[in-house]
């Protein structure tokens, strides 16, 4: 069974750094881009950017280029999504989802991660 | 990169057929049959429900179907059951070079 298991929720303050994780299962994690999704409170579904494990291809967004970081650790089928300061605005839901191989769509979806950034 | 449109809600009876656009460019919509349509339900992770404009996933009910027509794509919902009342997102591959996606802005479903 493919599954999608994302580290949990997290409280940060203004200005500090953060990386969340998303570990695959039930696949050859190193075959499957995994991107991340931002959705804001109460608010829709954004595109931030996308990983290859296999040879760590990072494809980012152009909203979301230079404020956050995607990497992958293919030796324990786990990618990351990082900020290095954060902000008030970053507060929001964030999920990872896998790529289908040669496909344009995401059939799984990890459980979420919620951050808040609150002084 | 902007959102893709689509109407804040809709809504319909038991029973009734419901369509959500998604309205987008040539650069996108228009430019790829790679639209999917995903469901949200409250506190929960989106599920697909439509791949490649009108393609169904294995479990998925064959109420919903999909469509586009130029830079518009539609889910349609027939059938309503209160099961169905969710947010749906439309979205879309913006570039299948550099692999960008946008979403559309959601639609809250209600079944009445």
């Known amino acids: 069974e493919v599954q999608l298991v994302q580290s949990g929720a997290e409280v940060k303050k203004p200005g500090e750094s953060l990386k969340i994780s998303c570990k695959g299962s039930?696949?050859?994690?190193?075959?499957?881009?995994i991107g991340w999704v931002r959705q804001m409170p109460g608010k829709g579904l954004e595109w931030m950017g996308i990983?290859?494990?296999?040879?760590?291809?990072?494809r980012y967004s152009p909203s979301f280029q230079g404020q956050v970081t995607i990497s992958a650790d293919k030796s324990i089928s786990t990618a990351y999504l990082q900020w290095s300061s954060l902000k008030a605005s970053d507060t929001a839901m964030y999920y990872c989802?896998?790529?289908?191989?040669?496909?344009?769509?995401?059939?799984?979806w990890g459980q979420g991660t919620l951050v808040t950034v609150s002084s | 990169q902007s959102a893709l449109t689509q109407p804040a809600s809709v809504s319909g009876s038991p029973g009734q057929s419901i369509t959500i656009s998604c309205t987008g460019t040539?650069?996108?919509?228009?430019?790829?049959?790679?639209v999917s349509w995903y469901q949200q339900h409250p506190g929960k992770a989106p599920k697909l429900m439509i791949y490649?404009?009108?393609n169904r996933p294995s479990g998925v009910s064959n109420r919903f179907s999909g469509s586009k027509s130029g830079n518009t794509a539609s889910l349609t919902i027939s059938g309503l059951q209160a099961e169905d009342e969710a947010d749906y997102y439309c979205?879309?591959?913006?570039?299948?070079?550099?692999?960008?996606?946008?979403f559309g802005g959601g639609t809250k479903l209600t079944v009445l």
């Open positions: 979205s879309s591959c913006t570039s299948s070079s550099t692999l960008n996606w946008v």
């Open positions: 989802l896998r790529r289908g191989s040669g496909s344009y769509y995401f059939h799984y």
């Open positions: 490649d404009v009108s």
């Open positions: 040539g650069s996108d919509v228009g430019a790829y049959s790679h």
């Open positions: 990983i290859y494990p296999g040879d760590s291809d990072t």
């Open positions: 039930g696949f050859l994690f190193t075959n499957y881009w």
